[in-house]
Nanobody, 124 residues
Framework: QVQLVESGGGLVQAGGSLRLSCVGSGGRLSNYAMGWFRQAPGKEREFVGAISRSGGRTNYADSVKGRFTISRDNAKNTVALQMNSLKPEDTAVYYC?????????????????WGQGTQVTVSS
């Protein structure tokens, strides 16, 4: 069973950038399609984007398209979320998740493995 650990969160001003990382252990991330989700206080968990096992395909929520980029390095067992032009509404806990079947799904139910999350706060 793969374990996931996110890092890279923090406090940034609006317009700034952050890069989140997700490291896998106990399994090869190349066996999984990966997704990023976020959850703001009082709101439901929201799909951010996903990447296929090879990294050749990506899928993003409309709210982040053109600002966020997902990449992966299967040799290093890592997935990254580069976030640019951050807005206060991007403030949330960000989670990486691994899916066994399919890829690119926006439903959190399709991802059985999750990290503990990392806080991103964007000040105005």
């Amino acid at each position: 069973q793969v374990q996931l650990v996110e890092s890279g969160g923090g406090l940034v001003q609006a317009g700034g950038s952050l890069r989140l990382s997700c490291v896998g252990s106990g399994g090869r991330l190349s066996n999984y399609a990966m997704g990023w989700f976020r959850q703001a206080p009082g709101k439901e968990r929201e799909f951010v984007g996903a990447i296929s096992r090879s990294g050749g395909r990506t899928n993003y929520a409309d709210s982040v398209k053109g600002r966020f980029t997902i990449s992966r390095d299967n040799a290093k067992n890592t997935v990254a979320l580069q976030m640019n032009s951050l807005k206060p509404e991007d403030t949330a806990v960000y989670y990486c998740a691994a899916a066994i079947l399919g890829w690119g799904t926006s439903s959190w139910n399709d991802y059985p493995y999750w990290g503990q999350g990392t806080q991103v706060t964007v000040s105005s």
